[in-house]
């Protein structure tokens, strides 16, 4: 079992900044994939980011080259950096484990947080 928490989320004008936490509990955490996903009202959750034990990662299109996503093993934290924000990337953003190997797939997760909400204003 892995418990996940999220935190960061908020409001920001477009263009600014916000980070959310991850804060993970139970299984060993160096031996999870992380991957963070967003639900925005009235569609389907999307894949947003993930990083596997080691540290490999990987982004969807509509994200790369503004959001970061980073691990730290030892605090047992995942984190999403997101910079340059758009009003499109108003979501619910969520956080997911699953056994080592990344996926871009929600059904490929077996742990989820409550979830934390993102909204960029124009």
């Known amino acids: 079992q892995v418990q996940l928490v999220e935190s960061g989320g908020g409001l920001v004008q477009a263009g600014g900044s916000l980070r959310l936490s991850c804060a993970a509990s139970g299984r060993t955490f160096s031996s999870v994939a992380l991957g963070w996903f967003r639900q925005a009202p009235g569609k389907e959750r999307e894949f947003v980011a993930a990083?596997?034990?080691?540290?490999?990662?990987y982004y969807a299109d509509s994200v790369k080259g503004r959001f970061t996503i980073s691990r730290d093993n030892a605090k047992n934290t995942g984190n999403l950096q997101m910079n340059s924000l758009k009003p499109g990337d108003t979501a619910v953003y969520y956080c997911?484990?699953?056994?080592?190997?990344?996926?871009?797939?929600?059904?490929?997760?077996?742990?989820w947080g409550q979830g934390t909400q993102v909204t960029v204003s124009s």
């Open positions: 997911a484990a699953r056994s080592r190997t990344l996926s871009t797939s929600p059904y490929d997760y077996a742990y």
């Open positions: 990083i596997n034990w080691s540290g490999e990662n």
